[in-house]
Each structure stands twice: as C-alpha cells, then as structure tokens.
C-alpha cells in the first residue's frame, strides 16, 4: 500500500517567494497533520484536518502560513512570502478516527524546505 | 510547547549492547507512543503503551510507563547497527487531545 505522499521532497527558494508543499494522505485516513521540524524548536504540530475541515491550527506561525485540503486525498502547505526562519522540514502525517485517539501516526518522507 | 523531554539527547553504544531512552511529560495523557526516525526520513510508529499499562513489550523493544513520575523509557535488546536512529517519545494531552512529540534521542549504534 502507498503511504502517505510528499512533493517536493527538496525546495531551495529566495526569501519572498511563494512555497507550496503538497501531501497526499493514506487512502481511508480522516485525519491529516502538518508538523515542521528543526533543530532549535523539533518537532511541532502546525495544523491538522478532520474530514477535510481544520480543527485546530493554533500551531501556525504567523499569517504568511495557510493549509487547506480540498477533498480527502489533497492537502497544501503554503508559505507566501517565505522568510529564511521558515526553512525546515514539513511532515505531513495521517491515520483514521480510531488512530487519532490513540496518536498512530503514519508520517510522509517530508519535504526540506531552505530559504535562502 | 514540547510535552515530553527525552534523555540522553545523544547514545553511542556497541553492536549487541542494550539502549535505554527516557522520556518525561508535562500534562495528563491517555497515551505515549514512541516513534524512530532514520535520517532524512520520517517518522515511523513503534509502540504504543496506554496510561493504565506499566510495561509492554514487541520484539527487542521494551517499553515501560510510570504515570505518577510522568516518565516512560524505550529498552531497545540486543541493539544492532540498523537501529541507528533518532526515537521520539510522543503522547496525547488529555487537555489538548493534540499528538506532541518530545526532542528525540539520537541512537548510534557501533558495528
């Protein structure tokens, strides 16, 4: 079974331009989570979807952050404008209703963002 | 905020030698899991120990759990040089519902 999808896997991009992660969950997951990782913060929770609809999204940085999931298979991440503080690397994970609760997460291979 | 703390931050070990990881939190959870992490991977679910469980086991790993000090600690037997990895402890808080991940303890295992 393919897992949970990433693109790109690498971006180098100058600060000020648009970044726009894509991630495709496991078919049959309700719930889609945007976590970043860096050195100094690890790992934290940016955003996450129930059935299309964010919950929660008290973990986006600032304004220049926005995720939205059109349908069940489609989810973005999108830095505009994108600063040098922003590079990191974004996982995207998902599980079902019964996985939300007890926190089994299957995460993606991430994409590396690096603004320069 | 992070919601566990894990200890060491870094383990070097020989092949065949045991590894143990700590991991401490903050807030009241239904659960803790721990997670690996092969570099530039992500991350993948290990085991998981509910809060009204003291130990679990699978395979090499060993996982215990003690509410009333809000620490749990991962035993890895008999490690192996593909055990090489970072391990994230992670747990629900029971205020937030929200899945928050410690710093990692990066495991170097030694051929």
């Known amino acids: 079974d393919a897992g949970v999808i990433q693109s790109p896997r690498h971006e180098v991009t100058e600060m000020g331009q648009e970044v726009t992660l894509r991630c495709k969950p496991i078919s049959g997951h309700d719930y889609l989570f945007w976590y970043r990782q860096t050195m100094m913060r690890g790992l934290e929770l940016l955003i996450y979807f129930n059935n299309n609809v964010p919950i929660d999204d008290s973990g986006m940085p600032e304004d220049r952050f926005s995720a939205k999931m059109p349908n069940a298979s489609f989810s973005t991440l999108k830095i505009q404008p994108s600063e040098p503080r922003d590079s990191a690397v974004y996982f995207c994970?998902?599980?079902?209703?019964?996985?939300?609760?007890?926190?089994?997460?299957?995460f993606g291979e991430g994409s590396r963002l690096t603004v320069l | 905020s992070q919601q566990g703390e894990e200890d060491p931050q870094a383990l070097s070990i020989q092949e065949g030698e045991n590894a143990t990881m700590n991991c401490s939190y903050k807030t009241s959870i239904n659960n803790l899991q721990w997670y690996r992490q092969n570099s530039g991977r992500g991350l993948v679910h290990l085991i998981l120990?509910?809060?009204?469980?003291r130990e679990k086991h699978s395979g090499r790993l060993r996982v215990t759990l003690d509410t009333s000090k809000k620490s749990s600690s991962l035993l890895i037997t008999a490690s192996r040089a593909a055990d090489t990895a970072s391990y994230f402890c992670?747990?629900?808080?029971?205020?937030?519902?929200?899945?928050?991940f410690g710093q990692g303890t990066t495991l170097q295992v030694k051929p």
């Open positions: 994970a998902s599980t079902t209703s019964g996985g939300h609760y007890t926190g089994e997460l299957f």
């Open positions: 120990i509910r809060s009204n469980e």
């Open positions: 992670a747990s629900i808080s029971s205020n937030t519902g929200k899945l928050i």
